[in-house]
């Protein structure tokens, strides 16, 4: 497995699993837990949720899929911003941790900006910190602005990652974000690098594909996950798309892939708004 590094020196799986719009049908949940375990015994042991996904069923399914095997899982998990008082942090972490059924997060986020200080939502994270409830905090969705802003506030440069929008039709980042979390040392961790899996119907990326004999999902996690200190988060509710997204690691893109990439999804040549979803 591929490892990025955090801040503190620790370093994670480069290539994640992603859990938004997971846990919510009965129906699907002995495959979604399957494929989760099946990414972790393929290495792929960071695990990213959210209170929001599902309204915890998210959290839920994690905690099911990592029971017996904690100490290999990395958990990354987030709070919403209009929860991200001081005591409001804390309670959302506990409740979190609670469906997750462990004692500790990983990693644990700001959702978005919303309308609470930063000043806040750092106590709340520091608290959680000296508690052992929580081991390093990010944030999500924070542009250049949102990062300078974070730098200034007191402990804020201890950000561990930004996670992020990213895929080959969402490069925006490239321009200026990207550049800034590299050179201060904060990982980006990208989200829906594949786009939701509408990426999948592109002809350029089923030719470069067909080259590698890999699927188009394994190209474009790929391509993410070739910028240094990247994170990829893709979803996989069964054993066999982990397995495709898995084969990204083994791919080497070449000069001519990463050409007719740039011709197919063009590179920012400006500032751009940051983009989500």
């Known amino acids: 497995m591929r490892m ?35 990414g972790m015994d393929l290495g792929m042991t960071l695990i990213d949720t959210a209170e929001m996904y599902g309204d915890g069923a998210a959290e839920r399914l994690v905690g099911e899929a990592i029971a017996g095997r904690r100490d290999s899982a990395f958990i990354v998990s987030k709070v919403l911003p209009h929860h991200a008082t001081r005591r409001g942090t804390v309670a959302a972490c506990e409740a979190s941790l609670k469906r997750l059924a462990t004692d500790r997060i990983d990693l644990y986020l700001l959702h978005w900006r919303g309308g609470v200080p930063l000043e806040d939502t750092l106590s709340g994270f520091a608290e959680l910190q000296r508690a052992g409830k929580i081991r390093h905090w990010g944030v999500s969705n924070f542009d250049v602005d949102d990062m300078r802003e974070l730098n200034a506030v007191a402990g804020g440069a201890a950000v561990a990652a930004n996670q992020v929008l990213y895929n080959l039709t969402r490069r925006g980042i490239e321009f200026d974000l990207l550049p800034q ?20 119907r592109d002809p350029t990326l089923a030719t470069i594909a067909g080259r590698h004999q890999v699927t188009p999902a394994a190209i474009a996690l790929a391509w993410v996950l070739r910028q240094p200190g990247m994170i990829a ?5 069964s054993e066999a798309h982990v397995r495709d997204n898995r084969a990204a690691l083994d791919i080497q893109l070449n000069e001519d892939d990463l050409a007719a990439l740039d011709r197919a999804f063009a590179p920012p040549r400006s500032k751009q708004p940051l983009e989500m979803i």
């Open 181 to 200: 979390c590299a050179a201060e040392g904060v990982p980006l961790m990208a989200y829906s690098p594949i786009e939701q899996g509408r990426l999948l």
């Open 233 to 237: 988060i893709p979803k996989a509710s």
């Open 4 to 38: 990025t590094k955090l801040p503190s020196g620790e370093a994670v799986p480069a290539l994640g699993q992603g859990t938004w719009y997971m846990g919510d049908l009965p129906a699907r949940r002995a495959a979604e837990v399957a494929a989760l375990r099946a």
